[in-house]
């Protein structure tokens, strides 16, 4: 009886799994200035090149040092960087610092 179950779940993890491990291509990670002898990691994807919402966009950078930091992006920002302009962007502050990435497109 419960068979149908674990293979239902079973799938469901595999699914799951291949979507995420296909999300991640086209992906690429940026490395922030180091401040505070520290550092965090933020990841731009060709979707959000391809196609800016009009709002941009807004992620956390990965954390570090027990903290992260909001990176915030224009359309038009990310408008520049699709057409191989570079854009250094500085992310919000936390614990009286910030980081600054440049981002650049890996056409």
């Not at 994807?45 to 956390?60: Q, V």
């Not at 520049?80 to 500085?90: F, L, S, Y």
């Amino acid at each position: 009886m419960k068979k149908p179950y674990l293979l239902v779940g079973l799938v469901l993890f595999l699914v799951g799994f291949s979507l995420a491990a296909l999300s991640k291509e086209g992906d690429m990670e940026f490395t922030s200035t180091t401040v505070n002898n520290h550092n965090h990691m933020f990841t731009l994807s060709k979707a959000d090149l391809n196609t800016p919402p009009a709002e941009g966009i807004s992620r956390m950078t990965t954390t570090n040092s027990n903290h992260n930091h909001l990176v915030t992006l224009t359309k038009q920002q990310l408008e520049n960087i699709k057409n191989a302009k570079e854009e250094t962007v500085k992310t919000s502050e936390v614990g009286m610092h910030s980081h600054e990435f440049t981002l650049k497109s890996w056409k």
